[in-house]
């Protein structure tokens, strides 16, 4: 399957749903209510027992003794339940159409069979209730009393004795190849559901920021003016959540330039500018969501300035380099904030070489979080912004 049990118990981390599951849920919701799938896949309607505002649920029926019935995957202390015992068992079940009924609680000595049915027929509702569907009934009227049962009893209208007329007992469909083309849009779309889902799981992001490979051993001494050269690079990475798949999207600019003042083992000053509107999100393709969010029309570029000096030590000049914190000023989106973090910094024959990477909170720099999948997925409210930069001294 898609996701793995223990992700979804987690989805449900102390019986409510997380931000994924919420999300799933309205997904489902949708696509239950207008019956695109079989007729025991439906969306409960039900008045909120605090603000009587509808609140949907996208349930599985099952089917006992020739009558459907809702049970509560996560036990009897979940919304939808509570929310039906404070209607009074009124609610709506909307499956292409909306049809008032009312939902009648079980006893728990009658319950065990009915659990049973319900773990066979709901697949999803399987990793939440702790017995195996194919338990002995005992097992089952073992937890009776956690896991509610309700039958659905469909309203009586003035046809009831007409033809066709549904009161909840389950009746055989002449509408076979309706039904088949249903299934088949379903299946097709959790196709493509699964495939863009793995997609995004199996798509490649860039390694994080770090030195290169060292030159042959430096000489001298460091001090002098150090320019930003080829070979730099800098970028954003935000994580993104796909139907419950976790993964980064990762924007890089080559467009950075700058200076660097060192006098003897300490760097006095430095300023590093980025030209955001080389931003690409794979080096090629431009990345459209970063460009949205930074506005880089209005906000084509983003500077970092050191603010403290940097004693560099005796290890730079090593294979390894030195790590050394730093604090600075980041301006970005035309706002300009005070951070500290660590940079790794080498010097080597060819120049010298820093990395780093500073958490940024989109909020604080008034960035407007970059658009993410709707229902299905979204993006973080925060990144990493991580550079490297490469250096060659001019001279005193």
């Known amino acids: ?3 793995h049990d223990d992700r979804l118990r987690a989805m449900y981390a102390g019986g409510r749903g997380d931000a994924t599951a919420r999300r799933f849920a309205r997904f489902w919701a949708a696509v239950f209510g207008a019956g695109l799938v079989p007729r025991r896949w439906v969306t409960l309607e039900v008045a909120g027992r605090r603000t009587g505002r509808v609140t949907r649920f996208p349930l599985g029926m099952a089917r006992w003794q020739d009558r459907w019935f809702l049970v509560p995957m996560l036990g009897g202390d979940c919304n939808w339940v509570r929310n039906v015992r404070a209607a009074g068992g009124r609610a709506v079940i909307r499956h292409r159409r909306a049809r008032p009924c009312t939902l009648t609680e079980i006893p ?11 773990l066979h027929q709901v697949p999803g509702a399987r990793p939440h209730v702790p017995v195996d569907r194919d338990a002995p009934l005992d097992a089952f009227t073992a937890i009776s009393d956690r896991y509610p049962a309700f039958r659905v009893d469909f309203d009586n209208d003035a046809h009831r004795a ?3 007329h549904d009161d909840g007992r389950v009746r055989p469909r002449a509408r076979h190849r309706l039904r088949w083309f249903a299934a088949i849009a379903v299946v097709t779309v959790l196709g493509l559901l699964g495939a863009a889902a793995a997609a995004v799981a199996l798509q490649p992001s860039p390694a994080a920021l770090t030195l290169p490979a060292a030159g042959p051993p430096a000489s001298g001494s460091p001090a002098g003016h150090w320019r930003i050269t080829a070979g730099s690079v800098a970028g954003f990475r935000v994580e993104q959540t796909f ?3 976790t993964s980064e999207v990762t924007g890089r600019a080559e467009g950075v330039t700058g200076t660097m003042t060192v006098t003897g083992d300490r760097i006095d000053t430095a300023e590093a500018r980025i030209d ?10 431009p990345a459209p969501q970063f460009a949205a969010s930074l506005e880089t029309a209005r906000f084509p570029e983003a500077t970092v300035r050191l603010t403290g000096p940097i004693p560099l030590g005796s ?3 090593t294979a390894t380099g030195t790590v050394v914190t730093a604090t600075g000023e980041l301006t970005l989106h035309g706002v300009t904030r ?17 990395a780093g990477a500073v958490p940024v909170r989109f909020a604080d720099w008034d960035i407007r979080t970059p658009t ?9 409210d925060h990144g990493i912004a991580e550079f490297l930069l490469i250096l060659r001294n001019d001279g005193p």
């Open 338 to 354: 005070t951070v500290t973090t660590t940079l790794s910094v080498r010097r080597d024959a060819e120049g010298l070489a820093i």
């Open 243 to 245: 139907l419950g798949v």
């Open 315 to 317: 290890t730079p000049g």
């Open 372 to 380: 993410g999948y709707g229902v299905l997925g979204s993006l973080a």
């Open 1 to 3: 399957m898609l996701l």
């Open 276 to 285: 955001l509107l080389t931003l690409t999100s794979d080096g090629r393709e």
């Open 162 to 164: 007409g033809a066709g």
């Open 108 to 118: 728990p000595a009658d319950r065990a069979p009915i659990l049973r049915s319900f």
